[in-house]
């Protein structure tokens, strides 16, 4: 089974699984390698920095909710 064009160059989709992932700590040793082999270092930086703000955000919206 092949895979479409967009799914070989690391979609957002598959980055951010990949970075959810990551962030439990578990991961198939076969996922993994297809994500070393589709994800470009530049993509996991980028969807690091966004997942952070919204962490952030989301901290921040529910300190102001609680206070």
Same mark, same amino acid.
């Given at each position: 089974m092949t895979e479409p064009e967009s799914e &070989?160059?690391?979609s957002v989709l598959?980055?951010?699984r990949a970075l959810l992932w990551a962030l439990?700590?578990?991961r198939k040793g076969s996922d993994y390698? &297809?994500?070393v082999e589709n994800i470009t270092p530049l993509q996991v930086v980028v969807g690091g920095l966004v997942?952070?703000?919204i962490l952030v955000a989301g901290l921040i919206l529910i300190v102001n909710w609680i206070v």
């Open positions: &070989k160059k690391g598959r980055t951010a439990l700590g578990v390698q &297809k994500d997942a952070i703000f």
